[in-house]
């Protein structure tokens, strides 16, 4: 059975993509942090302020780009015909 993607929903996708690139980015800035933490003597608060807002500017580029395609996706659609995919139903 075959099925089109008829609308991406871009506030939806965008504010899912935009919360997994952030947390994404946090997790990898923890060992960042670390070795940041061990490599010097003196750290100044420059670090710990990108921990924080590297995640929250990666939420937002995330999302506006995330809601762009979807955008995107939706006006070209009706040209294109959109994503298709087949389903089965398993037993």
Do not use: W
């Not at 919360?19 to 420059?46: G, Q, R």
């Not at 580029?61 to 298709?84: M, V, W």
């Amino acid at each position: 059975m075959r099925h089109q993607i008829v609308r991406l929903s871009p506030h939806q996708n965008g504010k899912v993509f935009g919360a997994l690139m952030a947390i994404i980015s946090a997790i990898l800035l923890v060992p960042l942090l670390l070795v940041a933490i061990l490599s010097a003597p003196k750290i100044n608060h420059t670090v710990f302020i990108i921990v924080i807002v590297l995640p929250i500017a990666y939420f937002i580029i995330g999302y506006i780009f995330s809601a762009l395609g979807c955008t995107i996706y939706n006006l070209i659609f009706k040209h294109t015909g959109g994503f298709e995919f087949e389903i089965r139903k398993l037993d």
